[in-house]
């Protein structure tokens, strides 16, 4: 049976948009393993949780739903506390899916984070749209798009990263290519292919370098970026003429994009998107890519790490315990550490897992973070690393509704 010690911890929990101070208390769970369940300054019905972490801070976002108004909120962890909690925007006319969730990013005092708003009457017809903060003139950049081609299709999917000269690198999925006249809106891909494209956010709000990256990707599957000593690489479900959708790279060298690349050879077949993509992270030159495979009805979850900045990798290490459901993330401890953090079915239950992977194969203990559900309102769990604390956030479902829970482990003790 596991044993429970209850640690109390008060600490101001600070608006943004209110001069009103609030102290709640705050009730820390540590459980068997070293995890600790943490309170979080979320409430109602949330869901979408993302995590950043930059120079010893954890930025969080997330999304609160109030009848027809969906709230984009985002809040730090710094010291042991919740500070700048805010609601940055809302809206009535928010795309909202369990899988396409709004990004956050920080940069020298400067924060970037997306959601996604519809452009039509059509379900996959929505835009990127970007809200930034400048540090240097303490204000926020509402409501302005990321994707400039005008079309009503569909755009997501976003990964960002900061930058240089307190800019933000981002890229995302984009559909202008699968509009044909007058076509069916409520499918995916009614014309040609979904592309993968990418551009510079500038402090001012201005984008730039707007390029696309590969003209024929998975319409559905998240895209996942890391910088690198060379610079930003993106990892991401790539789709052939024969419907091979296995997990693709491409790199930024020398200023110029590589030919997209495998990073391994599943060579799954198949004729949908199974809305599931990859997570890569990077410690300097050395890379860690883990994801999602189900070739031959084999569903798993497989890790490769590289050395060389993502030109090469070597063999794909499965991590899983044999009844895989993907949703993955990933963070790199060291030069030749991840950890990683996935779901897969045991018996009747859903489980969210996490573990330690060495580069040369080796495992560290696996630890279940929590019970979820397979449905799709159960999201991706998150993971980020600030110091030698992992900080784990996830949906939880309860019929109809769903609120965010969160989670802290030392890198050390598993």
């Known amino acids: ?10 600490f101001l929990f600070i608006s943004c948009k209110s001069d009103q101070k609030r102290e709640p208390i705050i009730i820390s769970e540590t459980i068997d393993g070293g995890l600790q369940i943490m309170e979080n300054p979320v409430s109602g019905n949330s869901s979408l949780p993302r995590l950043f972490s930059n120079n010893g801070k954890l930025f969080f976002s997330w999304v609160e739903k109030k009848d027809t108004l ?15 909690t805010e609601e940055i925007i809302s809206g009535a006319d928010w795309f909202t899916n369990w899988a396409d969730f709004p990004a956050i990013s920080e940069n020298n005092g400067n924060i970037l984070t997306s959601f996604l708003q519809k452009s039509a009457i059509g379900t996959y017809t929505y835009d990127v749209k970007l809200n930034l903060y400048n540090a240097s003139n303490n204000a926020w950049k509402e409501n302005f798009i990321l994707n400039n081609d005008g079309t009503q299709s569909e755009h997501g999917f976003v990964s960002m990263l900061p930058y240089k000269s307190d800019s933000f690198f981002v890229t995302w999925l984009d559909g202008r290519n699968t509009t044909v006249g007058d076509n069916d809106h409520e499918t995916h891909g009614g014309g040609g292919a979904m592309t993968l494209r990418a551009a510079i956010v500038n402090s001012d709000g201005s984008i730039t370098a707007d390029t696309l990256l590969d003209n024929r990707i998975c319409d559905c599957c998240q895209t996942s970026a890391a910088m690198t000593l060379n610079g930003p690489v993106v990892v991401y479900r790539d789709r052939s003429e024969d419907e091979i959708r296995d997990i693709s790279i491409v790199r930024l060298v020398d200023g110029k994009w590589t030919i997209p690349s495998a990073v391994g050879d599943d060579n799954w077949k198949i004729a949908g998107c199974p809305v599931n993509g990859p997570s890569i992270d990077a410690y300097e030159n050395n890379l860690a890519v883990v994801w999602f495979t189900a070739m031959e009805s084999n569903p798993k979850v497989q890790i490769a790490f590289s050395k060389d900045n993502g030109e ?23 030069e030749n550490i991840a950890v990683v953090c996935w779901m897969e079915d045991k018996g009747d239950d859903t489980l969210i897992q996490l573990m330690k992977v060495k580069n040369d194969g080796t495992k560290s203990n696996l630890i279940t973070i929590s019970k979820t559900s397979a449905e799709h309102a ?4 998150q993971i980020e690393i600030v110091d030698n604390t992992v900080f784990i956030a996830w949906t939880a479902v309860d019929g109809i509704s769903s609120s ?7 890198v050390e003790s598993f």
């Open 312 to 334: 090469t990798f070597g063999m794909p290490i499965r991590i899983d315990s044999g009844l895989a459901l993907g949703r993955v993330d990933v963070i790199m401890q060291s």
């Open 70 to 84: 969906t709230i984009l909120n985002y809040s730090i962890f710094q010291k042991g506390n919740w500070i700048s």
């Open 378 to 381: 159960s999201g991706f769990p």
């Open 404 to 410: 965010i829970k969160t989670a802290s482990i030392n």
């Open 1 to 10: 049976m596991k044993t429970f010690k209850f640690i109390f911890v008060l």
